[in-house]
């Protein structure tokens, strides 16, 4: 039977006039399993290709995002410093608003990033600046949504970028802060304007690509930083980009799209600035962005063309295939693991950032509930950070917070969470078994605070002002209620020890 197909096959192939139909027939059902791995193949290339490219502008992007939180972050403190300041607080309670600004001297000189400061009665009134703002004085901006935005809450607020009253009239983004007195009434606002351009300098280790670069928008998708606009003059509204309509709903990712305002097609990985209503852009022309996957096609098809006439080599090109792939896939999951390691931890001490002990706090919590334990929060504050960084620099201050944060390690346990949420600020989460255990841990690390300024001696000692709460009524407290708590308890602690 064997014998007879293969002679059937043979003159079938050779003899009789439609044996060159059957040559190209047997041509083709021979070649097809090959031709289609071989497109099949490509195709998947094409795609993951693709997919890494678009990941890797993701990535870049969520470490932008969170850059650009986590320094808004750092303005806001930087405001709220400025803002708490008690002779600063004593003039604004007086109604000596030239005093007051008095207080704010050098600021500009110190921040390069701040164009100017401006204090506001509570009604949105502008009384005093830095420069001198003698055009505005008087004038209200009470119209402006970031006075509405404060007000509503009397918490600090960043605001979108909009035009200033005051000449020269430029676009700027404000960070407004209320000032306090002790009673917690307030009685003044402190505006600080920042220099948009400065924003630029956020991204500069950032490695975008070949005419990539990487933009900002506000929640009304304004450009606030973009390379090829004017962000002082120009007043760019980019909100009928389909990307920034997604980024300010507060959604991520990545896509080719095209862009009608700069009317080209791009590549362009988003992500939102949550925690402001932000967003920003990674983009590079599509082009650029896949030039290196296109160039790396043509030798492919020249490969699988060979393959196709040399079948045995499609499994060995496969099993490259596939292994390359797997370790780009490895490597890409490292880096995303390495930038979520960057985004949650404070480089300085290694301790969590405020970004970490969010994350982790809220499953700190949850299983505090289910469990029916006690939460404890504690607020630590470092005492006169200023004179140590003034008499030793900023090396003796950081060390003063490396030292703080090696107490604090031996103090608490592992499963604590421990972190330094801004300049001289810790944070920290421990689920205790009662009110005795919270003491116990003050007391432990008091001891170890002394043991080091004994130690240290004569070096300045370390002293500190704590705040603390503890809780396990998880129905009516919530965490921020906690950590609001312990804040306001650690700055009655510290002005307890000024009126000593």
């Known amino acids: 039977m064997n014998i007879f197909s293969i002679k059937y096959l043979n003159d079938l ?13 047997f041509f083709i059902i021979f070649i097809f399993p090959s031709l289609f791995l071989s497109i099949f193949s490509l195709n998947n290339i094409y795609r993951e290709s693709t997919e890494s490219i678009l990941s890797d502008k993701r990535s870049l992007a969520f470490l932008a995002a969170s850059i650009v939180d986590e320094k808004l972050d750092a303005i806001t403190d930087l405001g709220i410093s400025f803002a708490t300041r008690p002779l600063l607080i004593k003039n604004v309670e007086n109604g000596d608003w030239p005093a007051a600004i008095n207080v704010l001297d050098g600021v500009l000189r110190q921040f390069t990033f701040i164009d100017r400061i401006v204090l506001l009665s509570p009604d949105g009134v502008i009384r005093d600046g830095r420069p001198e703002l003698p055009d505005v004085l008087g004038q209200s901006r009470a119209n402006q949504d970031w006075y509405r935005a404060i007000k509503a809450s009397w918490s600090p607020v960043v605001s979108n970028v909009y035009e200033r009253g005051s000449t020269p009239k430029i676009n700027v983004v404000s960070v407004a802060v209320p000032v306090k007195g002790v009673d917690g009434h307030v009685y003044a606002i402190l505006l600080l304007q920042l220099k948009i351009e400065s924003f630029q300098s956020w991204f500069q280790a950032a490695d975008v690509g070949r005419n990539g670069f990487i933009y ?3 929640h009304n998708g304004k450009l606030i930083l973009h390379p090829k606009f004017e962000p002082r003059t120009q007043n760019v509204d980019f909100s009928s980009v389909g990307i920034i309509q997604k980024v300010i709903a507060g959604i991520g990712g990545a896509a080719v799209n095209y862009n009608a ?8 990985a988003y992500e939102p600035v949550r925690a ?13 962005a896949f030039e290196a996957r296109d160039k790396g096609l043509l030798p492919l098809w020249i490969t699988y063309g060979i393959i196709i006439v040399l079948t045995g080599f499609l499994a060995v090109f496969v ?7 797997k370790k ?11 930038l979520k390691a960057l985004s949650l931890t404070d480089p300085l001490t290694g301790l969590y950032n405020r970004r970490g002990f969010d994350a982790l706090s809220d499953q700190q919590w949850k299983v505090a509930k289910r469990a029916g334990q006690h939460a404890a929060i504690f607020f630590i504050d470092v005492d006169n950070m ?9 090396a003796a201050g950081d060390l003063t917070l490396v030292e703080v944060s090696g107490i604090l390690k031996m103090t608490f346990r592992e499963s604590d969470i421990i972190a330094r949420i801004g300049g001289d600020e810790f944070l920290i989460f421990a689920i205790v078994s009662g009110k005795d255990m919270v003491q116990a841990l003050l007391h432990r690390f008091d001891e170890q605070l002394q043991e080091r300024n004994r130690k240290c001696a004569p070096r300045a000692p370390i002293a500190v002002s704590i705040g603390f709460t503890t809780g396990h009524d998880f129905e009516t407290n919530t965490l921020e209620d906690m950590i609001s708590q312990a804040d306001k308890r ?8 000024k009126g000593r």
């Open 261 to 268: 305002v700069e009317k080209e097609y791009r590549v362009a």
């Open 490 to 497: 650690m700055y009655i602690h510290k002005w307890e020890k």
């Open 276 to 288: 402001y209503g932000w967003g920003v852009v990674v983009t590079q022309r599509m082009q650029d």
């Open 386 to 394: 200023k004179p140590i960084n003034d008499r030793g620099g900023h």
């Open 216 to 218: 900002i928008v506000d």
């Open 319 to 325: 099993l490259y295939s596939l292994i390359t792939h």
């Open 328 to 338: 780009s896939a490895e490597d890409l999951e490292k880096a995303h693991e390495e």
């Open 13 to 25: 192939l050779t003899v009789g006039k439609g044996a060159p139909f059957f040559r190209g027939l």
